[in-house]
C-alpha cells in the first residue's frame, strides 16, 4: 500500500488557461467545473432563458449554502453574453451555438434587498445598461422606478430588435423576499409581474434562492406560501448540496480504482484511532486528501472571503499535503493557518478572534506540557465552527482536526473533553458551551452585540442634526395611534392618504383629505401641528391663533438619555442599510431594543407630558390618548366642529351628482370584505378611487396570507368537514382561500374589474361574509391554541417529579387531556384547562424554587465551600503542599473539586423562569441535591487523606528530622518545635502556620 498522499490522488488544477485580456464571461466560463449533471442542470437553464422551449421563460435556482447556485447563474448568463466562435469546453460550445444568432442584454442584479425596491433598481440597471450601450427606449431618461406595472422594463424589453433578448439575472431572492423587508410584498409582486411579462415579451429572468424557499412553498397550500406566486412563471432548478463537492472529486481530486481501494483502508485505520468517525466511505474517498470538516466550513467561508472557491481551495490544499504519510490528510487546523490571514482583515470577525487570542496567549498556557498541542487545535476548530456559526462538540472537534494518541493510550475523545473542560474554566467568559459528556458543544464568544454597540454609539456621537432627531422621533407615533401618516414603523407610511402634510422647520401641519383622497375646496381647512419638542407654550398659542380650526401638538424636552436613544436609532438604522454591517446576527435585536426605548421616548415627550392646545383651552395629552392603538385616532386632535363641513363635502360629491349604482354596489363588496367592523362599511363606501382601493386590497392580502391556521386543518382533515362547528369554520376557511385569490389576481391586473362578482359567488351575501370571518376567527383563536399547546406539552414532560402526590396527580390529567386536542374545540374547556395548568405551574413553582434555593443558592454553596476552605485541614493541606517533598496534586485536585462545588451556584431569579419554563437556567435537578453533598463531603475527604499523605511522608524521616531539630533547636521557636513534635508524631493534627513550614523545608534541605 502507498505511504503518501501523493501516491493517492491527481491534482488537477481549477478551469483552463485563459487568453490575456479575456472578458469577465469568458473567464467565468474559463473556471467552471464541467461535470455530467451540472452540464444537464446548465443546459435546461439557458434554454429557458433562451426561449427555446414551451415552458416558463424562467428559472429559480434552488440549493443550501455553498452548493455552486450563484456559479452556475453566472455562467449560465455569461454563457447567453459569449460569442459561439469563443473558446471552451466541446459541450458548452454545444450549448452555445444551439441558441443560433440569440443576442442577450444580460442585467446583473446583485444589490442587497433589504430596505430597497427590486422593481427600482432592476429599472435603474437597464437605464444605466441601454444608455452605455449606446442603445435608446421611450423612457431612457427616466431616473425613477414606474411602480409595479415595471413600465420602463417592459418598455426596454419591447425595444429591442428582433432575436435579442434582455435577461434579468438576480442573485441571492431570498433578500429581496424574506424578512421584515419594508418591500418585501412588493419585491414579490415584481417577481411575479416579471413572469406575467415574459409572457409576451423578448424577457427572461433567472434568480437563486436558498432551499429553506421549497420548504416555505410546501405550506403555499393553506395561503401562506409566497411560492405559490411564482409557480406560474418559473421554473425550479435544484441543486443537491454535494453538486460542488462531487464536481471537486472528478475534476479537481480524481482518484483509479486502486488509489480508492486504498484510501478505504486509510479510512479503515483512522477509524481504529477515532471510532466517531462520522464519514460515509464515498463520502470520505471524494474529498481526500481533505478532511471531511473542511467542506462543512467551507461551504460559509463565501460569506467572509471574497471569491472564495471551494474546488480552487481543494487544489491548492491538497497540493500543500502531497508529501505527508497517508494518514495525515488536509485538517480543520490547517485550514484555519490558510485563511487565518484573511479571516482577521474581515472587521465583523475581530470579537471572535479577540477571543481567540485571548484564549491563546492567558489560559493555553495554564495548561499541562502534554495538553498544549491538544488546546491550540481545539481553539482552532473551534473559531472556525464559530465563524460558520456551527457549535461543535467534543467528538466532531477531535474528528475535525484528526487528533489522537500515537501510542493508542486511552481515548483521544476522553482527552479532548478534559482539555477543553480545563479551557473553558481558564477562559471564562471567551467559550460558550452547553450540554454534557461527549456532546457538550462549544463555540466562542462572537461579541458582535457589543462590537455593534459600540459602532452603534460612534456613529450616534457624529448625528447633530435635530430636525433628523425630531423627525426620528415622530416615527414612533405609529406605536399608538392607529391613523398615523409619518414614518414607517407599521409597514408603510400609515394611513397617509387621509392626510396633506406639509413640513417646516420644527414642525409639520397635517390636513384631512376627504375619504376618497381628494383635497376638500375649503377656505380654513382643519389642521393639526406638531410641533417639535422643547418649543415654548407661547409659540404653541401663536399657532393656534392663527385659526380656530387649528389644534397644536407640543411635546416636552427629551431628557438627555432620551435624545441619545432617538440618535442610536438613527444609528442602528444606517448599519442596517450598510451592506457591510448588515449580516451582524445581533442587529436585529438591537434593533427591537432601540424600537422599544424611542417608543417610549415618544410617549414621554408627546403623551405624558405633552400638551393640545385648541383656540379655547389645553388639555394633557394623556387624558385624549387611548391606551388601545386602534381607538386613538389623530383626526381626533382637530376641533371637532370643523369636521362636519367636511362630512358634508364627502357626502355630496365633487359635483353633487349621484353615485353610479353598479358602481356602489361593487365597493360594498369591498368595503364589507376590508372593514375592520360592520360600522365601518358605511364610512368606506365614500372612497371611490380604485388605487385607494388597490392599496386597502393588498393590505388585506397581506393580512389574509399571514393568517395561520394549518394546525386545526391538518388536526381534523377531512373528518373536519362532518361536525357542526369545526365543518362551518373549514368551509369558512376554504372560502377566504378563494377570496385570498381572487385578491390577489386583482391586485397584481391592478383592476377592480370582476372582483366583486367573484366575491359574491363564494358568500352570496354579505350576511353571510360577516358569518364566515366571525367562523374564520374562531378558527384563528383554536389554532393559536393549539399552537400553545406545544409550550405546555414541553413544560409538563420536562418537569421534575415532585413528592405531592395530588400535584402529580393534577399534572397526569392535564397531559391526558393534551392526548385529545379536538376535545378543546369547546372555548370553555380551553379556559378549563388554562386554569388547571395554572393552578399545576403554581405548586411546581413554589416546590421546585424551595428545593433550588436550599441545594444551590449562594448563600448554601457559600457555606459550603467556605466550610471547606477555612477549616483546619485545607489550611494544613495547602501548608504540607509547599513542602520540598510535598504533593501538590492533592491541593490541585481539591481545588478543583470545591471550584465545581461553586460553578453549581445559582443566584436567578427562579420563580420568574420558571413562569415559561420547568426548570432553572443553570439546569437543576432534584437529584442534584445529593449530588452536591456528595461533593462536598468528597472534598472534605480528599483533603484528610491529602493531610495523611503528607504526615506519612514525614513519619518516615521522623528520626531524621528530630535529629536536625534538636541540634538546631535555638534556630526556631517552641511553638513551631512542637508544631513539628506533633506533626511527625502520632498526635492530633496541629495547626500548620508559614513558620512550620519554613522550618520544615530549612530541616529538610539541611545535610546535618
Same mark, same amino acid.
Given at each position: 500500500?502507498?505511504?503518501?498522499?501523493?501516491?493517492?490522488?491527481?491534482?488537477v488544477?481549477v478551469?483552463?488557461?485563459?487568453?490575456?485580456?479575456s472578458?469577465?464571461?469568458?473567464?467565468?466560463i474559463?473556471?467552471f467545473l464541467?461535470?455530467?449533471?451540472l452540464?444537464?442542470?446548465?443546459?435546461?437553464?439557458?434554454?429557458?432563458l433562451?426561449?427555446?422551449?414551451?415552458?416558463?421563460?424562467?428559472?429559480?435556482i434552488?440549493?443550501s449554502?455553498?452548493?455552486?447556485k450563484?456559479?452556475?447563474?453566472?455562467?449560465a448568463?455569461s454563457?447567453?453574453?459569449?460569442e459561439p466562435?469563443?473558446?471552451?469546453?466541446s459541450?458548452?460550445?454545444?450549448?452555445?451555438?444551439?441558441?443560433g444568432?440569440?443576442t442577450?442584454h444580460?442585467i446583473?442584479v446583485?444589490d442587497c434587498?433589504k430596505?430597497?425596491?427590486?422593481a427600482?433598481?432592476?429599472?435603474?440597471l437597464?437605464?444605466d445598461?441601454f444608455r452605455?450601450s449606446?442603445?435608446?427606449f421611450?423612457?431612457?431618461?427616466?431616473?425613477?422606478s414606474?411602480?409595479?406595472?415595471?413600465?420602463?422594463?417592459?418598455?426596454?424589453?419591447?425595444?429591442?430588435?428582433r432575436?435579442h433578448?434582455?435577461?434579468?439575472?438576480?442573485?441571492?431572492?431570498?433578500?429581496?423576499l424574506r424578512?421584515?423587508?419594508r418591500y418585501?410584498?412588493d419585491?414579490?409582486?415584481?417577481?411575479t409581474?416579471l413572469g406575467t411579462?415574459?409572457?409576451?415579451?423578448p424577457?427572461?429572468?433567472?434568480?437563486?434562492?436558498?432551499s429553506?424557499?421549497?420548504?416555505?412553498?410546501?405550506?403555499?397550500?393553506d395561503g401562506?406560501?409566497?411560492?405559490?406566486?411564482?409557480?406560474?412563471?418559473f421554473q425550479?432548478?435544484?441543486?443537491?448540496?454535494?453538486?460542488?463537492?462531487t464536481?471537486?472529486a472528478s475534476?479537481v481530486?480524481?482518484?483509479?480504482a486502486?488509489?480508492?481501494?486504498e484510501?478505504?483502508?486509510?479510512?479503515?485505520r483512522?477509524?481504529?484511532?477515532?471510532?466517531e468517525?462520522n464519514?460515509?466511505d464515498?463520502?470520505?474517498?471524494?474529498?481526500?486528501?481533505?478532511?471531511?470538516?473542511?467542506?462543512?466550513?467551507g461551504?460559509?467561508?463565501?460569506?467572509?472571503?471574497e471569491?472564495?472557491s471551494f474546488?480552487?481551495?481543494a487544489?491548492r490544499?491538497?497540493?500543500?499535503?502531497r508529501g505527508r504519510?497517508?494518514? !495525515? %490528510?488536509?485538517?480543520l487546523?490547517?485550514?484555519?493557518?490558510?485563511?487565518? @490571514?484573511? #479571516?482577521?482583515?474581515? $472587521? &465583523?470577525l *475581530?470579537?471572535i478572534?479577540a477571543a481567540y487570542?485571548?484564549l491563546?496567549?492567558d489560559?493555553l498556557?495554564r495548561?499541562?506540557?502534554?495538553?498544549?498541542?491538544?488546546?491550540?487545535l481545539?481553539?482552532?476548530?473551534m473559531?472556525?465552527?464559530?465563524?460558520a456559526?456551527?457549535?461543535?462538540?467534543v467528538?466532531?472537534?477531535t474528528n475535525s482536526?484528526?487528533?489522537? !494518541? %500515537?501510542h493508542g493510550?486511552?481515548?483521544?475523545?476522553?482527552?479532548m473533553? @478534559?482539555? #477543553?473542560k480545563?479551557l $473553558? &474554566?481558564? *477562559?471564562?467568559?471567551?467559550?460558550?458551551?452547553?450540554?454534557?459528556?461527549?456532546l457538550?458543544?462549544?463555540?466562542?464568544?462572537?461579541g458582535?452585540?457589543?462590537?455593534?454597540?459600540?459602532?452603534?454609539d460612534?456613529?450616534?456621537d457624529?448625528i447633530?442634526?435635530?430636525e433628523e432627531?425630531?423627525w426620528a422621533l415622530?416615527?414612533?407615533?405609529g406605536?399608538f395611534?392607529a391613523?398615523?401618516?409619518?414614518?414607517t414603523?407599521?409597514?408603510?407610511?400609515?394611513r397617509?392618504d387621509l392626510?396633506d402634510? &406639509?413640513q417646516r422647520?420644527g414642525?409639520?401641519?397635517l390636513?384631512?383629505?376627504?375619504?376618497?383622497g381628494?383635497?376638500?375646496?375649503?377656505?380654513?381647512r382643519?389642521?393639526?401641528?406638531?410641533?417639535a419638542?422643547?418649543r415654548?407654550?407661547?409659540?404653541?398659542?401663536?399657532?393656534?391663533?392663527e385659526s380656530?380650526?387649528?389644534?397644536?401638538?407640543?411635546g416636552?424636552?427629551?431628557?438627555?438619555?432620551?435624545?441619545?436613544?432617538?440618535k442610536?436609532?438613527l444609528?442602528?438604522?444606517?448599519?442596517e442599510s450598510?451592506?457591510?454591517t448588515?449580516?451582524?446576527?445581533g442587529l436585529?435585536?438591537?434593533?427591537?431594543?432601540?424600537r422599544?426605548?424611542?417608543a417610549?421616548?415618544?410617549?414621554?415627550?408627546?403623551?405624558?407630558?405633552g400638551m393640545?392646545?385648541?383656540?379655547e383651552?389645553?388639555d394633557?395629552m394623556g387624558?385624549v390618548v387611548?391606551?388601545?392603538?386602534d381607538?386613538?385616532?389623530?383626526?381626533?386632535?382637530?376641533?371637532a366642529?370643523?369636521?362636519?363641513p367636511?362630512?358634508?363635502?364627502?357626502?355630496?360629491?365633487?359635483?353633487?351628482?349621484?353615485?353610479?349604482?353598479?358602481?356602489?354596489?361593487?365597493?360594498?363588496?369591498?368595503a364589507?370584505l376590508?372593514?375592520e367592523?360592520?360600522?365601518?362599511?358605511?364610512?368606506?363606501?365614500?372612497?371611490?378611487?380604485?388605487q385607494?382601493?388597490?392599496?386597502?386590497l393588498?393590505?388585506?392580502y397581506?393580512a389574509?396570507?399571514?393568517?395561520?391556521?394549518s394546525?386545526?386543518?391538518?388536526?381534523?382533515?377531512?373528518?373536519?368537514?362532518?361536525?357542526?362547528?369545526?365543518a362551518?369554520?373549514?368551509?369558512?376557511?376554504?372560502?377566504?382561500?378563494?377570496?385570498?385569490?381572487?385578491?390577489?389576481?386583482?391586485v397584481g391586473?391592478?383592476?377592480l374589474?370582476?372582483l366583486?362578482?367573484?366575491?359574491?359567488?363564494?358568500?352570496?351575501?354579505?350576511?353571510?361574509l360577516?358569518?364566515?370571518?366571525?367562523?374564520?376567527?374562531?378558527?384563528?383563536?383554536?389554532?393559536?391554541w393549539?399552537?400553545?399547546?406545544?409550550?405546555f406539552?414541553?413544560?409538563?414532560?420536562?418537569?421534575?417529579?415532585?413528592?405531592d402526590?395530588?400535584v402529580?396527580?393534577?399534572?397526569?390529567?392535564?397531559?391526558?387531556w393534551?392526548?385529545?386536542?379536538e376535545s378543546?374545540?369547546d372555548?370553555?374547556r380551553r379556559?378549563a384547562?388554562?386554569d388547571?395548568?395554572d393552578?399545576y405551574?403554581?405548586?411546581?413553582?413554589?416546590?421546585?424554587?424551595?428545593e433550588?434555593?436550599?441545594s444551590v443558592?449562594?448563600?448554601?454553596?457559600?457555606r459550603l465551600?467556605?466550610?471547606?476552605?477555612?477549616?483546619?485541614?485545607?489550611?494544613?493541606?495547602?501548608?504540607?503542599?509547599?513542602?520540598s517533598i510535598?504533593?501538590?496534586?492533592?491541593?490541585?485536585?481539591v481545588?478543583?473539586?470545591?471550584?465545581t462545588?461553586?460553578?453549581?451556584?445559582?443566584d436567578?431569579?427562579?420563580?420568574?423562569?420558571?413562569a415559561?419554563?420547568?426548570?432553572c437556567t443553570c439546569g437543576f435537578k432534584?437529584?442534584?441535591?445529593?449530588?452536591?453533598?456528595?461533593?462536598a463531603?468528597s472534598?472534605?475527604e480528599l483533603?484528610?487523606t491529602?493531610?495523611?499523605?503528607?504526615?506519612?511522608?514525614l513519619?518516615?524521616r521522623r528520626?531524621?528530622?528530630?535529629?536536625?531539630l534538636?541540634a538546631?533547636?535555638?534556630?526556631?521557636?517552641?511553638e513551631?518545635?512542637?508544631a513539628?513534635a506533633a506533626?511527625?508524631?502520632?498526635?492530633?493534627?496541629?495547626?500548620?502556620?508559614?513558620?512550620t513550614?519554613s522550618?520544615l523545608?530549612d530541616?529538610?534541605a539541611?545535610?546535618?
Amino acid at each position: 500500500m502507498s505511504g503518501r498522499i501523493k501516491d493517492l490522488v491527481e491534482i488537477v488544477p481549477v478551469g483552463n488557461p485563459v487568453a490575456e485580456g479575456s472578458s469577465a464571461p469568458e473567464r467565468a466560463i474559463s473556471s467552471f467545473l464541467l461535470t455530467y449533471d451540472l452540464g444537464d442542470a446548465l443546459t435546461r437553464v439557458v434554454e429557458r432563458l433562451a426561449g427555446l422551449t414551451e415552458q416558463p421563460k424562467n428559472c429559480l435556482i434552488v440549493g443550501s449554502s455553498g452548493c455552486g447556485k450563484s456559479t452556475l447563474l453566472s455562467v449560465a448568463v455569461s454563457l447567453l453574453e459569449v460569442e459561439p466562435t469563443a473558446e471552451m469546453h466541446s459541450r458548452l460550445t454545444e450549448i452555445r451555438k444551439g441558441l443560433g444568432d440569440l443576442t442577450s442584454h444580460v442585467i446583473r442584479v446583485t444589490d442587497c434587498g433589504k430596505g430597497r425596491r427590486l422593481a427600482s433598481t432592476i429599472e435603474r440597471l437597464i437605464i444605466d445598461y441601454f444608455r452605455t450601450s449606446g442603445m435608446t427606449f421611450r423612457n431612457n431618461d427616466v431616473e425613477d422606478s414606474s411602480g409595479s406595472w415595471l413600465d420602463i422594463i417592459a418598455e426596454a424589453a419591447m425595444s429591442l430588435p428582433r432575436n435579442h433578448r434582455l435577461i434579468i439575472a438576480i442573485d441571492d431572492l431570498d433578500r429581496w423576499l424574506r424578512g421584515a423587508g419594508r418591500y418585501a410584498y412588493d419585491n414579490l409582486q415584481t417577481m411575479t409581474r416579471l413572469g406575467t411579462i415574459s409572457r409576451t415579451m423578448p424577457l427572461s429572468t433567472c434568480s437563486v434562492a436558498g432551499s429553506g424557499l421549497l420548504y416555505d412553498d410546501a405550506n403555499s397550500a393553506d395561503g401562506r406560501g409566497w411560492m405559490a406566486a411564482l409557480h406560474a412563471d418559473f421554473q425550479i432548478q435544484y441543486l443537491p448540496a454535494h453538486t460542488v463537492r462531487t464536481a471537486t472529486a472528478s475534476r479537481v481530486l480524481r482518484k483509479n480504482a486502486r488509489q480508492r481501494r486504498e484510501i478505504l483502508e486509510v479510512l479503515g485505520r483512522l477509524r481504529e484511532k477515532l471510532p466517531e468517525l462520522n464519514y460515509s466511505d464515498d463520502e470520505f474517498i471524494e474529498l481526500y486528501p481533505l478532511e471531511v470538516s473542511t467542506w462543512t466550513i467551507g461551504g460559509h467561508l463565501h460569506r467572509w472571503i471574497e471569491d472564495f472557491s471551494f474546488p480552487e481551495f481543494a487544489a491548492r490544499a491538497a497540493e500543500s499535503v502531497r508529501g505527508r504519510p497517508s494518514q !495525515s %490528510l488536509f485538517a480543520l487546523n490547517d485550514m484555519f493557518a490558510h485563511y487565518e @490571514a484573511q #479571516l482577521r482583515r474581515v $472587521e &465583523s470577525l *475581530g470579537p471572535i478572534f479577540a477571543a481567540y487570542d485571548h484564549l491563546l496567549t492567558d489560559s493555553l498556557p495554564r495548561l499541562g506540557q502534554s495538553q498544549r498541542l491538544w488546546g491550540r487545535l481545539a481553539l482552532q476548530s473551534m473559531i472556525m465552527h464559530t465563524i460558520a456559526d456551527i457549535p461543535v462538540d467534543v467528538i466532531t472537534l477531535t474528528n475535525s482536526v484528526l487528533l489522537y !494518541s %500515537l501510542h493508542g493510550s486511552g481515548s483521544s475523545y476522553v482527552f479532548m473533553a @478534559a482539555v #477543553l473542560k480545563q479551557l $473553558e &474554566s481558564l *477562559g471564562r467568559g471567551q467559550i460558550v458551551a452547553s450540554g454534557e459528556g461527549m456532546l457538550r458543544r462549544y463555540s466562542l464568544v462572537s461579541g458582535q452585540r457589543e462590537a455593534i454597540q459600540v459602532q452603534i454609539d460612534e456613529l450616534a456621537d457624529s448625528i447633530d442634526d435635530e430636525e433628523e432627531i425630531n423627525w426620528a422621533l415622530l416615527g414612533f407615533g405609529g406605536q399608538f395611534f392607529a391613523d398615523w401618516p409619518l414614518g414607517t414603523l407599521t409597514g408603510g407610511s400609515g394611513r397617509s392618504d387621509l392626510w396633506d402634510i &406639509s413640513q417646516r422647520p420644527g414642525s409639520v401641519a397635517l390636513k384631512p383629505r376627504l375619504p376618497d383622497g381628494s383635497v376638500p375646496d375649503m377656505p380654513d381647512r382643519p389642521r393639526l401641528v406638531i410641533l417639535a419638542p422643547g418649543r415654548s407654550w407661547s409659540e404653541a398659542r401663536e399657532v393656534v391663533g392663527e385659526s380656530a380650526n387649528t389644534a397644536c401638538w407640543i411635546g416636552a424636552a427629551p431628557t438627555p438619555s432620551g435624545r441619545q436613544v432617538l440618535k442610536q436609532w438613527l444609528a442602528v438604522s444606517r448599519l442596517e442599510s450598510d451592506d457591510r454591517t448588515n449580516r451582524f446576527s445581533g442587529l436585529a435585536e438591537l434593533r427591537r431594543d432601540l424600537r422599544e426605548q424611542a417608543a417610549a421616548v415618544f410617549s414621554r415627550v408627546y403623551i405624558e407630558r405633552g400638551m393640545l392646545v385648541t383656540h379655547e383651552r389645553s388639555d394633557p395629552m394623556g387624558q385624549v390618548v387611548q391606551p388601545v392603538r386602534d381607538e386613538s385616532l389623530v383626526v381626533r386632535l382637530i376641533p371637532a366642529e370643523v369636521l362636519a363641513p367636511m362630512a358634508q363635502a364627502v357626502t355630496a360629491g365633487d359635483s353633487g351628482c349621484t353615485v353610479d349604482s353598479a358602481a356602489r354596489i361593487d365597493r360594498l363588496w369591498l368595503a364589507h370584505l376590508s372593514a375592520e367592523t360592520r360600522e365601518e362599511v358605511n364610512d368606506m363606501m365614500l372612497i371611490r378611487d380604485e388605487q385607494n382601493w388597490l392599496q386597502r386590497l393588498e393590505t388585506w392580502y397581506a393580512a389574509g396570507v399571514a393568517r395561520d391556521v394549518s394546525a386545526p386543518v391538518r388536526l381534523f382533515g377531512e373528518r373536519g368537514f362532518q361536525s357542526g362547528e369545526i365543518a362551518a369554520a373549514l368551509e369558512a376557511k376554504q372560502q377566504f382561500d378563494v377570496a385570498l385569490f381572487s385578491v390577489r389576481r386583482t391586485v397584481g391586473s391592478g383592476s377592480l374589474i370582476g372582483l366583486s362578482d367573484a366575491l359574491e359567488s363564494v358568500f352570496e351575501s354579505h350576511d353571510r361574509l360577516w358569518e364566515a370571518r366571525q367562523r374564520l376567527e374562531w378558527l384563528e383563536r383554536f389554532s393559536a391554541w393549539l399552537d400553545s399547546t406545544e409550550v405546555f406539552r414541553r413544560y409538563l414532560a420536562e418537569a421534575e417529579t415532585l413528592e405531592d402526590a395530588d400535584v402529580e396527580s393534577l399534572r397526569g390529567t392535564l397531559v391526558e387531556w393534551l392526548e385529545k386536542p379536538e376535545s378543546f374545540v369547546d372555548e370553555t374547556r380551553r379556559i378549563a384547562f388554562n386554569d388547571a395548568f395554572d393552578a399545576y405551574r403554581t405548586e411546581y413553582i413554589k416546590y421546585y424554587s424551595t428545593e433550588h434555593n436550599r441545594s444551590v443558592s449562594a448563600p448554601v454553596i457559600d457555606r459550603l465551600s467556605n466550610a471547606l476552605i477555612e477549616s483546619q485541614s485545607w489550611q494544613a493541606l495547602e501548608g504540607l503542599s509547599a513542602l520540598s517533598i510535598g504533593n501538590p496534586s492533592y491541593l490541585v485536585e481539591v481545588t478543583n473539586l470545591i471550584s465545581t462545588l461553586r460553578e453549581t451556584q445559582c443566584d436567578a431569579e427562579v420563580e420568574a423562569l420558571l413562569a415559561d419554563r420547568p426548570r432553572c437556567t443553570c439546569g437543576f435537578k432534584f437529584g442534584d441535591r445529593s449530588r452536591i453533598a456528595a461533593m462536598a463531603a468528597s472534598a472534605s475527604e480528599l483533603i484528610q487523606t491529602g493531610v495523611q499523605h503528607h504526615r506519612r511522608l514525614l513519619n518516615i524521616r521522623r528520626s531524621e528530622l528530630r535529629a536536625k531539630l534538636k541540634a538546631r533547636k535555638t534556630a526556631y521557636g517552641l511553638e513551631t518545635i512542637k508544631a513539628i513534635a506533633a506533626l511527625t508524631g502520632d498526635e492530633e493534627m496541629p495547626a500548620i502556620d508559614p513558620d512550620t513550614v519554613s522550618a520544615l523545608n530549612d530541616l529538610l534541605a539541611s545535610r546535618s
